[in-house]
């Protein structure tokens, strides 16, 4: 039994059709990529998993169904997300963004925010700084660091580098292995930069209007000349 497996998943804006028959698993520890183009179905993807869209098929944690819970059971599950659009409060402070986050976890805010000052010394060095008037990268900082508050065994990471300068997409890079390595977090990214997800995930999965197009490992991918001229353009 994998740690997470998706099995047939399909999701619906309306009578829309945004996933059709998604399935795939991924061990405890590892780091997966999800990678596509906009518009892909990479957010709703993740979104699905967090029960935030309507959905057909089956999404199991360590063997038990998400299907039906609410969002905040799920986190209480173990599951974190760090959303690409963010979602933080502009006006309040780097350390109360964080503290939302917590809701799920009250007895261990004080641990979980020492582990994220600890990952994002910046974080520490601003807890006070509204984040309205932070850069990208120090907003994407946060989304991480709230999403860790949950303390979550299982963490969903929807386009960690979007707008990102490449200094940035290490630092991010850097503290995704490190949640792997020391807290043996599994890992789950949606990526349009296949060549950022390719040097961080173990496997990848080619999501394309939808549809599951291709998968499997990074060195299996990389040795494939039409694949990665079809999907990460060299």
Do not use: W
């Not at 059709?17 to 795939?24: C, D, F, G, I, N």
């Not at 700084?129 to 907003?139: A, I, P, V």
């Not at 490449?166 to 292995?177: D, H, Q, T, Y």
């Not at 990526?191 to 990074?218: C, D, P, W």
């Amino acid at each position: 039994m994998d740690f997470l497996e998706i099995d047939k998943l399909s999701a619906f804006y309306g009578k829309a059709k945004a996933l059709h028959e998604v399935s795939l698993s991924v061990k405890q520890g590892e780091i997966i990529a999800i990678v596509g183009a906009n518009g892909a179905g990479k957010s709703t993807f993740l979104d699905s998993i967090m029960g935030l869209t309507k959905t057909e098929g089956d999404i199991r944690l360590e063997g038990k169904s998400l299907i039906g819970n609410s969002t905040p059971k799920i986190v209480q599950s173990g599951v974190g997300y760090a959303p690409e659009r963010f979602n933080l409060f502009p006006y309040m402070s780097v350390y109360d963004n964080l503290l939302v986050g917590a809701f799920t976890a009250r007895d261990d805010i004080d641990n979980n925010l020492e582990v994220v000052e600890n990952l994002f010394p910046r974080l520490k060095e601003r807890r006070n700084q509204e984040t309205h008037t932070q850069s990208g990268g120090e907003r994407q900082m946060v989304s991480l660091g709230r999403a860790l508050m949950s303390s979550p065994r299982l963490l969903l990471v929807d386009e960690p580098t979007i707008g990102l300068a490449p200094k940035i997409c290490l630092e991010i890079a850097s503290v995704l292995r490190r949640l792997r390595e020391e807290f043996n977090t599994t890992i789950v990214i949606t990526e349009q930069n296949a060549n950022f997800a390719m040097t961080l995930a173990e496997r990848l999965y080619v999501l394309e209007s939808g549809s599951i197009k291709v998968h499997g490992s990074v060195e299996e991918l990389k040795d494939d000349a039409q694949l990665t001229e079809a999907y990460f353009g060299h």
